[in-house]
């Protein structure tokens, strides 16, 4: 079955600092996809990213950059030169070819960035 | 254009009650899917549909039931409800293009239940 490890709870930062919010994943599919969702203290998921396994290039958007590694089963994210403003959680999923109705998510990180 | 809408914003109800819940999706999404989260935890996939036929259902129980109407809103029921059953319930849709229900999938805003 599919699983979604975010080890980190909480990580702390000083504005303008690099963080990166780690995500390992497990699935017997070949076909899957990879998701990074932001949710601030208003509650809503905001979409940032989807990843299929078949794309194993990084992505930069902005500030946001991600790193897909199907040997490590890893899809970690990282914000450049922090803002107050990415302080929410953040949560990494999961969804599989052939079980694609059910979209399992990590535990979630809450990053903080301080002023 | 507008995003996921869900009424209400809040609800409070005491154990044994029966609890509805409601979803809009963004215009042109015909799939809608429900995740319960509970605080401190990652959300939990309940239900999804398509075209207004059930495509997926998560670990819960019988007292969760939900529903989509020919405009693709969604509903979303709980019977018989426990202490437990407090949560966020967030709805998602997605465009779902050509029955591809692995789409993307928006989220609403959520409604926070608690049960006393």
């Known amino acids: 079955a599919q699983k979604v490890t975010q080890a980190q709870t909480e990580i702390s930062v000083v504005e303008k600092e690099d963080v990166t919010l780690d995500c390992v994943y497990e699935t017997r599919d070949t076909t899957y996809y990879l998701f990074w969702y932001k949710q601030p203290p208003s509650g809503e998921l905001v979409f940032l990213i989807r990843?299929?396994?078949?794309?194993?290039q990084n992505e930069i958007s902005g500030r946001y950059s991600w790193n897909f590694q199907k040997s490590t089963s890893s899809f970690n994210f990282t914000i450049t030169a922090s803002q107050v403003v990415d302080s929410a959680v953040y949560f990494c999923a999961l969804s599989e070819a052939y079980n694609n109705n059910d979209m399992r998510f990590g535990a979630g990180t809450r990053l903080t960035v301080k002023p | 254009d507008a995003g996921v809408t869900q009424s209400p914003t809040h609800l409070i109800k005491t154990r044994g009650q029966h609890v509805t819940l409601r979803c809009s999706p963004i215009s042109g999404h015909k799939s809608v899917s429900w995740y319960q989260q509970v605080l401190g935890q990652g959300p939990q996939f309940i239900f999804q549909y398509y075209e207004k036929e059930e495509r997926g259902r998560g670990n819960f129980p019988d007292r969760f039931s939900a529903r989509q109407f020919p405009n693709y809103s969604s509903e979303l029921n709980v019977n018989a409800l426990l202490l437990g059953d407090s949560a966020l319930y967030l709805c998602?849709?997605?465009?779902?293009?050509?029955?591809?229900?692995?789409?993307?999938?928006?989220f609403g805003p959520g409604t926070r239940l608690t049960v006393l």
């Open positions: 990843r299929n396994s078949f794309d194993e």
């Open positions: 998602a849709s997605s465009l779902a293009v050509g029955g591809a229900v692995l789409d993307t999938q928006y």
